[in-house]
């Protein structure tokens, strides 16, 4: 009795290495993606616009230092500001929004990566960086709020319903006061008996018929 022709044991063996051999290149290449994949996400000052009105309680941080915070260029309204320097000794002031996702910003340089490294490092994986921080946001033509203190006495201009154009000029939590106006004192309802032309005579009032 003749053996059974090798060939196809043959072939199955190179069809399995071929196999194993694209498996382990295909991880290879994956582990290669994730590797060059940023540890967390970035969106542009439009795409955070938008999360931020689609999320109104959400939490937006700002990373600046005070003075930046509350200088000239303003801040994103409802923004809480922690330093960067500051933010490993109050991550418990933030601590119940360790599973949320919410957004971060700074200036355009690294202050924002050095932020997100200890956030993510402190579990707040789904923390949200807004590339080119307050700078672009401003760029972008969207609004910020300003301190109460570097206003001018004309009116407040109105926000515009896109988010863009005019600054805010309240600081969120500080409500502008309302100055009380006193009314003017009312007429009296005597008419005053008016005062003789020169010569001693007065007109009689016209009669109409």
């Not at 795409?47 to 990373?63: C, K, Q, S, T, Y």
């Not at 006193?182 to 003789?196: G, H, I, R």
Request: charged residues 20%; glycine residues 10%; positive net charge.
């Amino acid at each position: 009795m003749s053996l059974p022709p090798r060939f196809p044991h043959r072939a199955a063996l190179v069809l399995v290495l071929l196999l194993a051999a694209t498996l382990l290149g295909g991880c290879g290449f994956l582990r290669r993606r994730a590797a060059n994949r940023p540890p967390y996400k970035k969106l542009s000052p439009p795409i955070a616009f938008e999360m931020m009105r689609d999320n109104p309680e959400m939490l937006v941080l700002d990373l600046r230092p005070a003075q930046e915070y509350n200088g000239e260029t303003g801040h994103v309204r409802r923004a809480r500001n922690i330093p960067v320097e500051r933010l490993p000794y109050r991550l418990l002031e933030i601590s119940s929004f360790r599973d949320d996702t919410f957004l971060v910003y700074c200036r355009a340089d690294d202050c924002g990566e050095k932020g997100m490294a200890v956030l993510l490092a402190s579990g707040f994986e789904n923390a949200v960086l807004m590339e080119g921080g307050i700078d672009a946001w401003i760029r972008g033509g969207f609004k910020t709020v300003l301190p109460t203190s570097g206003l001018g006495a004309g009116p407040a201009p109105k926000p515009e319903a896109d988010g863009r154009g005019a600054v805010m000029p309240t600081r969120p939590g500080k409500p502008q006061m309302e100055t009380p106006v006193e009314s003017p004192p009312m007429p009296s309802p005597e008419q005053p008996t008016p005062e003789p032309p020169p010569g001693g005579l007065v007109a009689a009032p016209r009669q109409i018929g």
